[in-house]
Structures are given as structure tokens and as C-alpha cells.
């Protein structure tokens, strides 16, 4: 089974999104499953998981009512209030029993506080999960957050941790070292896991190739292995920097020396382990 373990939908009717905004023209609109559904086909993508794009239960109920219309979506990763612990419990009891519903998300980057994830009330949510059985899609997109994710692995040890996009690797800037250090320490945490996505816009955005995102790719592979491996195409935001084939076909392309079972790991069997799907 091939599973994109990272897609988005958005409608602007109905969530008040602070982002996508004018300035990313292209994808500041309504982007729904029927857009996506063609592309899932003609790459040959059985399931996806849908993922928050707005801190607001409004966007998680829009996910779930999705994935009821929908066969090929799997799972939904949703928001709750992760620094109202209290409220965490209460919300999940309600959406634990969505069959859909499959992990938690914040939008840690836009908080003003960089370590927010690690504040004590925030900690206290995460552990409510843990205690769930529910995964925590990190969002890394400053060094800070991965530095953040020992904090968080040793202190909740029984929470299913993954980290969104590979932690957005330096490769337009064509650095490596520090990035790679980061990762090399979240990966000594059996209970962290990585998203092998978002890889296209963190390159030059009109003309990147496997070439390009593969080294990233080998390190993460050499470091957390393809059972903590999972691909995801950050679809619509890849629109920025090609479309979903490209980024379906040039991910394969970077992991073809794999072997088969790694691969398969990579493409789906990873992802279906994490969330239960």
C-alpha cells in the first residue's frame, strides 16, 4: 500500500486560515479532494493522511467530514488545545471515537514563544496523548524546534513523536552539517519518527531534482531507518516548487538504490504502522 502520509485541504468558507495569504497566490484559494484525486491515480497512491492546517477544531471537524467522503483518506492528524490539558482529555474522548481520527498537530511556528512545545502546560497535553496512544506531528521548521525534540522524547518517552519535513533541511542554502547533527540526535529516540516531505520548497523552487534532496534523504535513512521513515507530499503547499507527481516521482527517484523492503517502508508501510491505519 502506498500512503502520502502528509497532504492538506482548505477552505476558505469555512476556517479562518493564517496561511496560505495573498503573497502564495497560487494556493490562496479553496484546494479540495477532488483536486487531489487525479494526481493520488495517475501516481498510483492508495491512501493519504489529511493534516491541520489551522489551530482550530473548526479545521478537524472539515478533516473528518473529508475522510467520511472520501475511501482514499486513511486518517486525519487534527488540533486539540495541547496547553489546556484538561480540554485534550475531554476532546478526545470525543474524537477517539471517529475511526478517522489518527494524531495531533500545532502550529508551533506561529505561537511567539519558540519553545512553546516545551512549556510545562503544553508538556502536560502531550502526555495526555501519550497516555491516548495518540501520535504528535512536530512541526520543525526552525532549528529550535528540533532542538526541542530530546526535551521532549525523554520527558514523555511513551509518546509517538514525528517530525514534519525532515525538519526543513537546509538544501537551498546548501548547507548540511548542523542539520544533519539535529537529526542524528532526535533519531537516538526510538519513539521519534520522520517525514520524508516539504523537501521541494526547501530547495530552489524552479529547479530542483532528486539530486538535490537525496543527500538529506540518505542521512535521515542512515540515522532513524526506514521503519521511522514515512514519505509525505505536502500537497498543495508542493505547488510551489512543481506539483505532486514531481514530488512523488522525484522522491523515488532519490530512494531507487533502496532496497525493496526499505522502499516500501518509506512509501507506506511506515506511515500505516504510525497511525494505525
Not at 525534540?149 to 548547507?175: C, F, M, Q, S, Y
Request: glycine share 6%; with cysteine; proline share 7%.
Amino acid at each position: 500500500m502506498k500512503v502520502d502520509s502528509h497532504q492538506h485541504f482548505w477552505n476558505f468558507e469555512r476556517i479562518p486560515y493564517h496561511w496560505p495569504t495573498a503573497e502564495t497566490k497560487s494556493i490562496y484559494r479553496n484546494i479540495e479532494a477532488p483536486e487531489l484525486e487525479p494526481f493520488l491515480q495517475a501516481c498510483g497512491v492508495d491512501k493519504t493522511v489529511l493534516v491541520q492546517a489551522m489551530n482550530h477544531y473548526a479545521d478537524t471537524d472539515y478533516m473528518l467530514e473529508v475522510a467520511e467522503q472520501y475511501t482514499w483518506v486513511a486518517g486525519v492528524v487534527g488540533w486539540v488545545p495541547l496547553d489546556r490539558p484538561d480540554e485534550v482529555s475531554r476532546k478526545l474522548e470525543t474524537y477517539l471515537k471517529n475511526p478517522y481520527f489518527k494524531g495531533v498537530r500545532h502550529l508551533n511556528h506561529e505561537e511567539p514563544d519558540p519553545d512553546w512545545v516545551i512549556r510545562p502546560d503544553v508538556m502536560e497535553g502531550l502526555k495526555v496523548l501519550a497516555v491516548a496512544g495518540v501520535p504528535y506531528d512536530l512541526v520543525a521548521i526552525f532549528p529550535e524546534h528540533l532542538k526541542h525534540v530530546p526535551t521532549l522524547a525523554e520527558n514523555i518517552p511513551n509518546l509517538k513523536l514525528v517530525i514534519d519535513h525532515l525538519a526543513k533541511p537546509p538544501i537551498r542554502e546548501g548547507l548540511f552539517q548542523s542539520w544533519a547533527d539535529g537529526m542524528a540526535i532526535a533519531a537516538q529516540y526510538p519513539n521519534v519518527y520522520a517525514k520524508v516531505s516539504g523537501l521541494n520548497t526547501a530547495a530552489i523552487w524552479d529547479r530542483w531534482s532528486a539530486n538535490d534532496i537525496k543527500p538529506y534523504i540518505n542521512h535521515a535513512m542512515d540515522v532513524f531507518g526506514s521503519e521511522r521513515l514515512m514519505f509525505g507530499s505536502d500537497w498543495p503547499v508542493a505547488n510551489l516548487a512543481g506539483d505532486y507527481c514531481k514530488v512523488w516521482n522525484e522522491t523515488n527517484r532519490a530512494i531507487a538504490d533502496y532496497s525493496q523492503a526499505d522502499r516500501e517502508a518509506i512509501l507506506g508501510g511506515t506511515a500505516a504502522r504510525f497511525y494505525n491505519l
